[in-house]
């Protein structure tokens, strides 16, 4: 399935929006918090997709009968760029825990690149829900890798692949790659540049969030 925040009106759109303004991305914290709130915004979406069961919880006054999740489902980043965007889904499934990933593109003489992965810091994710943050689904390919990576290693219950800013070329090769994978993304552009970067995106998130890297 394919989930589009925008496609609704929402305060959604105004973090958005800031996201994307060349001049209010300037303020660091700013760029970071509007991240943290969105990922806060499709964790609340996703969570409506989890397994619950009926429970009684003793008031005051009496008992109330609430459903509660019956899982923490893992919540996992590609390093650097995904984290604001990944502590907003632990900020709300504040029990989850994180897995981390380094992963980078290497490019060869020819122009094009693959998908190198230094390092997986995971639980274990048998038979668990995982849902995969980073800020930007690009050409997709980051994402397909290490997806392929921990889904040979791992009997993985339910996927869920979650993004703000998607290009339509990244939506189609995960969607081809990992056909179970749910996405989740605030918003889908529908070009890119020969070095790959969204358009009209909102530039290098890594970099608007965390400084510029030599």
Known sequence: ?????????????????????????????????????????????????????????????GLA??????????????????????????????????????AYRKVKRSGDFVIKIDHISTPNLDDTTFILCDTMLATGQSIVEVCKELLAT????????????????GIEHVRAHLPKANIWVCAVDE???????????LGDAGDLAFGEKV
Not at 33 to 38: A, G, H, K, S, T
Request: no cysteine; glycine share 4%.
């Open 65 to 102: 009968n609430v459903n509660l999740p019956t899982e923490h489902p893992v919540i996992g980043t590609i390093l650097r760029a995904g984290l604001p965007f990944q502590q907003g889904f632990m900020n709300f499934f504040d029990q989850s825990p994180a897995a981390f990933i380094t």
């Open 1 to 61: 399935m394919l989930f589009i925040l925008n496609k609704t009106n929402s305060i959604a759109n105004k973090y958005l929006a800031e996201l994307r303004d060349e001049d209010t991305q300037q303020d660091r914290l700013r760029f970071k918090r509007n991240q943290e709130r969105l990922g806060e915004i499709l964790a609340y979406e996703i969570s409506k997709k989890l397994p619950y069961t009926e429970v009684e919880v003793q008031t005051p006054l």
């Open 191 to 201: 070009e890119m540049t020969t070095k790959a970067y969204i358009v009209p995106g």
């Open 154 to 169: 791992y009997e993985i219950k339910t996927l869920h692949i979650a993004a703000v800013i998607a290009s339509t070329e």
